[in-house]
């Protein structure tokens, strides 16, 4: 297991841990994991916000 994966699984432990105490909106831990990931560099920049684009994504948003 290299750096780039601890920081991942650590990461993820977080947004579980917040997402669980309930006291930060879910939209919010998700994008600023997200946006953390970017920072740290284990998720490159171009590919950070392709997901947004996908019709699934946008369907799931409007519900």
Not at 21 to 40: K, N, P, Q, T
Request: charged residues 10%; negative net charge.
């Amino acid at each position: 297991m290299n750096g780039d994966q601890l920081i991942l699984f650590g990461l993820l432990g977080l947004v579980f841990g917040l997402l669980i105490w309930g006291r930060i909106r879910y939209d919010l831990v998700a994008f600023g994991a997200l946006i953390v990931a970017v920072v740290i560099g284990v998720v490159p920049q171009e590919s950070a916000f392709e997901g947004f684009g996908h019709h699934a994504t946008v369907i799931i948003a409007l519900v």
